[in-house]
């Protein structure tokens, strides 16, 4: 009734393993077990819990979000098979948490006139309590007895609007407005006549006149093909560009984009599918903003509709409240890409979607991104500051071809040059967060090819035509390089940038080099020093005061990798034991993760606390707390403090580079202070070209508490008394440190 469907667990059909069960933590008293593990669809055949529902009027199909409360009893996350009135079944996920509360766990599905069935087959060990079915997307249960208040579409409307501050900028008047305006039209005819993006206006113009067949086979579980969305994109081009005017062209390319868009298949059981949603938003989005001269009213509802329902099925969520204001997959294509560029292609006939997705990345995202990328580095490390600049650029992109100035003033363009501050000679970046040692990482190549163009940093454009050179970069992409490349920009190297570079906060840290000479035979020697002060989680690692070296291969390193281990990553990899930093065992200390609870217990590493309830991620840009003078006042964010830095007495070719800070707030109370100070000395000499002394000062509650100095190394060092060598002889490198320990004396630690 009125859009919402609430009914008990115990009180729909359940068979097969579903059993009944009383619980008093369940909203009616009872829920219904769903006890046996059945990993993969084949083994089961029927359905364990079930139930029909049915929509009277026609104007009533359409779009639902259906919510589900859970517990998992598994030793894994929870999960069921959901087979949301589809036909076809999917894996979904509620918890990973066996803590014995229930959560609520969110899908989006589609109901038809008349009968439609919702039903769930055991997947993992569990307990289902409630189902909710509503239209209202604003809605999101808390407590085992909320339910939907109906409201109109008016008063929902309106809610949602008082949720951010209505943007200043808008989309501007007329089509196209989306990455080319009729300004910028003469502009990009000529860039694509250019020796540079030729060849490639020429195979994307050839893809133009292909015929498709995008009435996609709806038997594959997942049957979205990114390159045949490319060849729709170029059938717009060639129009965009008055180099195709049949009006039959233009139909065959909605024609096509609507076969695709009903045909599409995306089921939510595969990893990170809101990206390749985000590539059916935005290619609909240019079908529609590019063609608009050739679409008629009831083209117009169709795609309105049509990208409304794939805004639904982002993690983002609609209206855009999911996720952090700072990072987690809402700081990549979300809303700088896909929201932002659908709401500007409809914005004459459905304003909402843009008012909404920007009001909140002009009130919420780039406040957050500006204060953090004005320190001249990434909080999210070289792996994922890639994945997530390239959707910040996009944005800034997006508002400067609408004749917009950008939208971080600068900041962006000071961030993507760390990227070539913090390579090693070798190829890769030294690892700063959840990130692994990649040579010339190149994964996202339009990071690097939108910095370059847009900032007209021939420094970065090198950069991005040395990536493109090695990458492989798929043919979605291509079509943008096409478009954002300006072939005025020209590449220079960057053998005359400084030789140390200091970020300031709430990232503090110093990258210093004897020479800018690459080649795993460079004789260039380097250190980093990672000295943040403030902690925001994600892919942030949880400790700081870690340094690193290197010369001929990495002679002091983090260690640990990244990967789909949890007991690995958190209980290891990304805390202080990792890296090259003090420890401090406090025998009684407990350390609470923010994943896994009792299941995967998280062991003391003598290392530095767990911030924001055991590492979790900062999820709102209040949060901070940033005062007018730009420090962060939240103190359970605070892990450093008074960091200062020296680099001189030349600034292009010190000899000196210096940095020191107070790292107390990084641990417990079991440390009452722990200062650390370092300092990179280029030696000008080529048997020892580089010195790197550490000073480490650390008192403890209990003077009984033990107290570590870690060093990690590739290969196993050689010990002798005071001094340690470690040498890399393995995969091509010929590296060698000797590490003298003048304080404490021997025998007296």
């Known amino acids: 009734k009125n859009g919402i469907f609430v009914k008990e667990a115990e009180d729909m059909n359940y068979g097969n393993v579903g059993r009944y069960m009383a619980d008093e933590k369940g909203s009616g008293g009872a829920v219904v077990s769903m006890p046996t593990t059945q990993w993969y669809i084949e083994q089961t055949t029927k359905d364990d819990l079930w139930t029909d529902l049915y929509i009277e009027k026609a104007e009533d199909a359409g779009n639902y979000r259906l919510w589900y409360r ?80 109906y409201m109109t579409e008016e008063e929902k409307e309106a809610l949602w609007r008082t949720y951010w501050k209505e943007p200043d900028l808008k989309p501007i008047s007329g089509h196209p407005r989306l990455l080319v305006t009729k300004d910028f039209l003469p502009t990009l005819r000529q860039n694509m006549q250019s020796d540079e993006l030729l060849w490639m206006k020429n195979k994307f113009y050839k893809y133009a006149y292909e015929e498709l067949n995008c009435k996609l086979d709806t038997t594959k579980a997942n049957n979205h093909n990114a390159f045949l969305l490319a060849k729709i994109m170029s059938r717009c081009l060639v129009w965009l560009m008055g180099d195709e005017t049949n009006p039959a062209h233009a139909r065959q390319t909605i024609n096509y984009m609507k076969d695709y868009l009903e045909t599409v298949r995306t089921p939510d059981d595969t990893g990170d599918i809101t990206r390749s949603r985000g590539n059916i938003l935005y290619t609909a989005a240019i079908v529609y903003d590019w063609l608009y001269s050739e679409l008629t009213q009831e083209d117009k509802d169709y795609f309105v509709d049509k990208m409304i329902t794939v805004v639904l099925s982002k993690e983002i969520g609609w209206p855009p409240t999911h996720m952090s204001d700072i990072s987690t997959h809402a700081g990549e294509q979300e809303i700088f890409r896909d929201l932002l560029g659908a709401g500007i292609a409809i914005y004459d006939e459905y304003p909402l979607l843009y008012d909404l997705a920007a009001g909140r990345m002009f009130e919420k995202f780039i406040p957050a991104r500006k204060w953090l990328r004005n320190t001249g580095r990434f909080d999210q490390g070289h792996d994922y500051s890639l994945a997530r600049a390239y959707s910040e650029l996009w944005a800034d992109m997006t508002m400067q071809r609408m004749g917009y ?34 040579l010339y990482y190149c ?36 079509f943008f390089v096409l478009l954002f490349t300006d072939p005025k920009v020209k590449t220079a190297t960057w053998d005359n940038w400084n030789l140390a570079k ?135 964010l605070e892990v450093a403090k008074n960091v200062k830095h020296y ?13 020191s800070g107070d790292l107390t707030s990084a641990y417990t109370d079991k440390v009452t202070e722990y200062k650390r100070g370092t300092v990179f000395m280029d030696l000008d000499n080529s048997e020892y070209p580089a010195a790197f002394v550490v000073y480490d000062k650390m008192e403890s509650k209990k003077a009984d508490f033990k107290k570590v100095w870690l060093l990690h190394s590739e290969e196993k060092p050689e010990v002798h008394g005071t001094t340690t060598v470690i040498e890399r002889k393995q995969n091509g490198f010929g590296g060698r440190l000797v590490n003298k320990t003048m304080i404490p004396s021997a025998g007296n630690s």
């Open 405 to 438: 100035p950008s939208i971080y003033d600068g900041a962006m363009h000071k961030a993507l040059k760390y990227r070539i501050d913090a390579r090693m000679p070798y190829g890769a970046m030294y690892s700063l967060t959840r990130s692994v040692y990649k």
């Open 647 to 659: 680099i001189g007495p030349n600034t292009e070719t010190p000899e000196f580079s210096y940095i």
């Open 70 to 149: 859970a517990r998992t009893t598994h030793t894994d996350s929870g999960s069921v098979w959901l087979n949301p009135n589809t036909g076809v079944w999917a894996a979904n996920y509620y918890s990973s948490l066996r803590d014995g509360e229930y959560r609520w766990t969110s899908a989006n599905i589609t109901l038809h006139e008349g009968k439609n069935t919702l039903a769930f087959r055991s997947r993992t060990s569990g307990m289902i309590d409630k189902v909710i079915v509503t239209n209202d997307f604003g809605f999101t249960p808390e407590g085992k007895d909320d339910v939907p208040v």
């Open 502 to 636: 200091y970020t300031t906060y709430p990232l503090s840290g110093l990258i210093a080099r004897t020479s800018w000479q690459e080649g795993f035979n460079s004789d260039a020697a380097m250190a980093m020093v990672d000295m943040h002060e403030v902690y925001v989680g994600d892919h942030q690692f949880v400790y700081t005061g870690d340094f690193q070296v290197y010369y001929k291969g990495l002679l002091a390193m983090r260690t640990g990798t990244y990967n789909q281990s949890n007991i690995h990553n958190e209980g290891y990899s990304h805390r202080a034991i990792a890296g090259n930093t003090m420890l401090c065992y406090d025998p009684d200390e407990t350390f609470k993760a923010s994943w896994g609870k009792d299941s995967h217990p998280v062991q003391n590493d003598g290392g530095q606390r767990l911030p924001y309830d055991g590492g979790s991620a900062v999820m709102y840009l209040d949060e901070l707390q940033i005062d007018e003078n730009n420090i962060s006042q939240n103190k359970e």
């Open 443 to 478: 994964d996202y190549i339009l990071t690097m090819c939108l910095a370059g163009n847009m900032y007209k940093d021939p420094n970065i454009k090198l950069e991005f035509k040395r990536s493109q050179s090695i990458a492989n970069v798929d043919e979605y992409s291509q």
